[in-house]
């Protein structure tokens, strides 16, 4: 196969990933129908962990003492992206549309940028500072629907703070995904990030079958985890892995973004959502603030 063939099929995974990746707007906002929403980060992130055990197992039973050293830091990494990131999208999906979700979460790079500078020293010039302010307008734009009544009076879609904090959840699994060496192969690393992600569910499951609400094993269950586990988890990780290391980090994050426009069409098409103005404003001031707050970096690469 020439270079270039090899380059269009690299470059065409920032278009496919993000189909498997929105989908999981999809399972929260329509699985949450069948399955509670914590019940389903559960045990999304069970079925992950048993799917890829069996390629992972003899080499991390080899790593064990890996694990005994790195154990703290995986279980942060699975409570921050399989906890928070899983089970706050499904929270939101009760009282929120895919669109919104779409948008709220594609803010992360954001705080990355935010979080990194607060506690890693990293610089932030004011380029980077009108980019964060453009962007978190956007967000709050779309939080408050355009309707400034409804921050003065603090009412909003309980929702959309949810994602909100998705948004953030990611922000900090990202940095310290980053931040963290580890010796482990990718594939081991997902298998025990999923392992602590279902872990720190565990609690908040049992919690939730006791005082709110109890999970049904019925047809629609299987079907909805399993999906939630293999669409959204496995295939948006592993193409996201290919892209990554044929296009590079800059490049692939381009996928989030290219993400929220999927995730919009999955609203329109399944959930019959309808596109406001304030999507429109809300979409322009997060892409025109992740622009002015990642230019530098592109340039650098």
């Known amino acids: 196969m020439s270079t270039k063939t090899n380059n269009l099929l690299a470059f065409s995974l920032l278009f496919i990933q993000p189909i498997f990746m929105a989908s999981n707007l999809v399972v929260a906002r329509g699985g949450v129908e069948y399955v509670p929403p914590i019940s389903l980060a559960f045990w999304r992130w069970t079925v992950v962990f048993f799917i890829l055990l069996p390629f992972t197992y003899v080499s ?12 703290k830091k995986l279980f942060f990494l699975g409570a921050t992206g399989c906890g928070v990131c899983g089970a706050f999208p499904f929270l939101a999906g009760q009282t929120t549309t895919v669109t919104n979700m779409g948008i709220i979460y594609t803010s992360s790079p954001v705080f990355i940028i935010l979080i990194s500078s607060i506690f890693f ?19 709050f734009a779309i939080i408050i629907k355009g309707d400034l009544s409804l921050l003065i009076n603090l009412n909003f879609t309980i929702g959309d703070l949810w994602m909100l904090a998705a948004a953030i959840g990611w922000a900090l699994y990202s940095i310290y995904l980053f931040y963290w060496k580890t010796k482990f192969e990718i594939f081991q690393r997902f298998t025990l990030i999923a392992f602590f992600g279902a872990v720190s569910l ?31 988890g496995i295939v948006a990780f592993t193409l996201y892995t290919m892209a990554q290391k044929k296009l590079g980090a800059s490049l692939t994050g381009f996928t989030l973004y290219i ?25 322009i001031l997060v892409f025109f603030g992740i622009y002015l707050t990642k230019k530098k970096n592109v340039q650098k690469n």
């Open 202 to 232: 565990l609690p908040f499951y049992i919690g939730e079958e006791i005082f709110f609400e109890r999970t049904i094993f019925s047809k629609e269950f299987f079907m909805w985890v399993i999906f939630a586990a293999v669409s959204p």
């Open 60 to 71: 991390l039973r080899k790593s064990y003492k890996i694990m005994k050293k790195e154990y």
């Open 259 to 283: 993400f929220t426009i999927y995730g919009a069409i999955y609203g329109y098409f399944l959930f019959e959502e309808k596109l406001e103005n304030y999507h429109l404003v809300g979409t």
């Open 121 to 139: 020293n990293e610089k932030i010039n004011l380029t980077k500072i009108i980019g964060l302010i453009a962007c978190l307008i956007g967000v």
